[in-house]
């Protein structure tokens, strides 16, 4: 297991309940592969330093948790392909 540190900018288009509901999946996700969450922070909506996809503010997220090294690389991949998502930094704390 290693520590890794997640921080993702979500569209501001997206709902109250959508975005707890993509936080969710996210937290499930880590925990479904035996993994564990140690700490989540919603940063809420902030303005980005650059225009991404012709958006200029999102919503930020950090989690931190304890996950295979296999599975970051999943994790990744869903997120990559995930429309609600802007950007997304994923970090081994190692």
């Known amino acids: 297991m290693r520590d890794y540190e997640l921080?993702?900018?979500?569209?501001?288009?997206?709902?109250?309940?959508?975005?707890?509901?993509?936080?969710?999946?996210?937290?499930?996700?880590?925990t479904s592969r035996g993994g564990a969450v140690s700490d989540l922070q919603r940063w809420g909506k902030r303005k980005l330093a650059y225009p991404i996809?012709?958006?200029?503010?999102?919503?930020?997220v950090l989690l931190q948790f304890k996950m295979k090294p296999l599975d970051g690389r999943e994790?990744?991949?869903?997120?990559?392909?995930?429309?609600?998502?802007l950007r997304h930094l994923l970090i081994s704390m190692e």
């Open 7 to 30: 921080t993702v900018v979500i569209t501001p288009e997206t709902s109250e309940e959508k975005l707890e509901a993509l936080i969710e999946s996210i937290s499930r996700y880590v």
């Open 53 to 60: 996809k012709h958006f200029i503010e999102g919503y930020y």
């Open 75 to 85: 994790l990744e991949n869903n997120l990559r392909i995930s429309e609600e998502v």
